[in-house]
């Protein structure tokens, strides 16, 4: 492997060319710029040669502060790299980052299968994860669209998304979805929601009160559930009471509630 420290102009420097991120933070790198203006570079750039000028592999938020500082000159890792080697570092730098989301994974999951051909068990042993691990953060980019951004911005959870997407019918998806995104609904309702979704579909609801009428037709909407504060467990919304507190209160009481 062939590689070199240099500093290069950064003028002869590209950002990466398909980036494994979506988003990068603009505070983000402000912080960072004020931190290499005051402390300097620690950690060099990862680039290689490309068409007679550079594109960088690693370190794209570092080499956003330079040009944001309007520094002249970036000291970088020159190193010779096929597509495989570059989108595979790119991937191991981006999902060990606290900071990026489920779906910012799943997709760099996707680049290395789509664009390489790779299994998902090569996938597995190229990023230190589990066959299962891959599969499962895969699964999530078929849910629906509006709802990976609902993942994304952790307003769902993954075992809460991945459960509802079991649903076979697209419009009983998103009325789900929706609901779990507006109440907050843990793992143990979701799955209630699954269960009785399949009973009313098969028209196999026990009681009278199922509210499923000739050959399985929903008559009434199905309750909607949202987690208790208290006591962690589903309760239906229409019975849930709200007590107007300041965020103050509300802060500490659900210190207080919160399981020990």
């Known amino acids: ?57 690693a370190g794209h938020r570092r080499y956003l502060a330079h040009r ?29 980052r606290e900071d990026l989301n489920p779906i910012e994974k799943a997709k760099g999951y996707q680049r290395l299968r789509d664009k390489f051909g790779l299994s998902q068990e090569q996938i597995a042993q190229k990023m230190g994860r589990s066959r299962e691990t891959i599969i499962r953060f895969l699964k999530l980019l078929k849910i629906p669209e509006e709802f990976q951004k609902a993942v ?46 399949f009973k009313t579909r098969t028209g196999n609801v026990e009681g009278s009160g199922g ?8 008559q009434e909407p199905l309750p909607i559930y949202q987690t208790c504060v208290c006591c962690v467990g589903p309760v239906e919304v229409n019975k849930v009471h709200y007590v107007p507190v300041c965020p103050e209160c509300e802060f500490q009481i659900r210190g207080a509630l919160k399981p020990k």
Do not use: H
């Open 152 to 197: 994304g911005q952790k307003k769902l959870s993954i075992g809460v998304a991945l459960c509802l997407n079991e649903i076979d019918d697209d419009l009983s998806k998103k009325y789900y979805f929706a609901a779990a995104v507006e109440n907050g609904v843990t793992l143990e309702v979701a799955q209630a929601w699954l269960n009785e979704y």
């Open 68 to 96: 944001l500082i309007g520094e002249v000159k970036i000291k970088s890792l020159v190193r010779e790299m096929t597509d495989e080697e570059v989108y595979i570092i790119r991937a191991i730098e981006n999902d060990q």
């Open 211 to 218: 509210g499923v009428g000739v050959g399985g037709a929903i």
């Open 1 to 57: 492997m062939n590689e070199e420290m240099v500093s290069l102009d950064i003028e002869k420097v590209d950002p990466p060319v398909d980036a494994a991120r979506d988003i990068i933070d603009p505070e983000q790198v402000r912080e960072l710029a004020e931190s290499i203006r005051s402390q300097g570079l620690l950690q060099p750039i990862l680039v290689r040669p490309l068409n007679g000028r550079f594109e960088v592999v």
